[in-house]
Each structure stands twice: as structure tokens, then as C-alpha cells.
């Protein structure tokens, strides 16, 4: 009778009542938080990208202002390339590259919403280039929102300072730089299908 028990398999027995699908699930669920705890600390990492990213971009474009305020602003301009590049201080009361000069509390409200969306996109970020992305956007659009609320003539109404002047195109500055930058890698990013979620789709 113990021997037939054995074979057969009494109900109290583990395999009879299951046990291995339930360790199978044990191991799933081991398996999934693993993983959760893996992509956790890569999140961090993506987003510690984007703020290094941001912050240089803005250092690098609060210095370059602050200079050519001190030290260009009304003298003559830098010649650096001949004709065909020069450094020349404008104040700018528009958009990027001096467009919609009559607009500018209106791009100053579109900057402080850009970098909240970023703020709030970056909890969901787990792609580098991503990160990359939107850090120079968020760089860019805080320093030009600097001078929006800093600068002369008044709160949201200052004039962003522009010195980087190519032939025959606009007065722009590092900012500018950078927000383009970052726009442009993201609709290559959005061509290829990479989510900043770092999932990649297909259409």
C-alpha cells in the first residue's frame, strides 16, 4: 500500500497538489522583480544623462552671455572666420534666431511649459539618446528663459542676448544651439522608432 502511495502520488504530496506551477510562478515573480530592480537603477542612470547634459548646456550658455555682455556688448564686433563668421552682442526680444519679436511673453510661457513636459517625460526615461535629446532642450530652453526673466526690459519680457552672427543668417546663441540640437536628434530618434521609454516600434 505505501509502495502504490509512493508511484501514484497522494494528494498531500507536492507534485499532486501542484507544486511545481506554483514554483514556476514563484520563480516568474522572482524573475520580475529582478528585472524591475535592474530597470530602476538604468532609469536613474538616463536620467542623471539628461540633467548633466542640461546643465552643462546651460553653464556653457550663462558664461558665454555673461561675457559677451561684459566685454562686447557696445563695441565693435569680433571677426572670427573673415566675413563669414563674427561675434556681435543683440539683444533679442523674439524666438530663436530673432523671430516674433512682438510674441515674447508668449515664448516665454511655451519655454517654462517645454521644460516641464521634459521634467515630467524624464520619469518614464530609459533611453540615452533620449536623455541626450532632452537634456539639450532643457539646457537651451532654460537659458534663454534666464534672460526672459532676468533681463531688460522687464520679468518675462527681457531680451535674450544673441553674438553668434553667420553670414547672410540670424544672431543666435549657445542655447539656440542647443535646443535645435536636441530637436533634431529627437525626430531622428522618432524616425527610427526609439521611444524615450527605450521600447523601439514599428509602423
Known sequence: MAEAERIIGTPDSPEAAGGE????????????????????P??????AVLFTVATVAYALDLISKMIVVAK???HAPIEIIGDWLRFEAIRNAG??????????????????AVIVVIARLARKLYSLPWAIALGLLLGGALGNLTDRIF????????????????KHFAVFNLADSA?????????????RGLDPD????KD
Request: hydrophobic residues 50%; glycine residues 12%.
Open 151 to 166: 533681463r531688460s526690459p522687464g520679468v518675462f519680457e527681457g531680451a535674450v542676448v544673441d553674438f553668434i552672427a553667420p
Open 21 to 40: 506551477p506554483e514554483q514556476s510562478e514563484e520563480h516568474a515573480a522572482d524573475a520580475s522583480q529582478t528585472a524591475a530592480g535592474a530597470e530602476r
Open 198 to 201: 527605450g521600447t523601439v516600434h
Open 95 to 112: 524666438a530663436a534666431f530673432g523671430f516674433g519679436e512682438a510674441f515674447t511673453v508668449i515664448f516665454t510661457v511655451i519655454a517654462a
Open 42 to 47: 538604468r532609469g536613474r542612470r538616463r536620467i
Open 72 to 74: 562686447l556688448e557696445h
Open 179 to 191: 535646443i535645435v540640437c536636441g530637436g533634431i536628434l529627437i525626430v531622428l530618434l522618432s524616425f
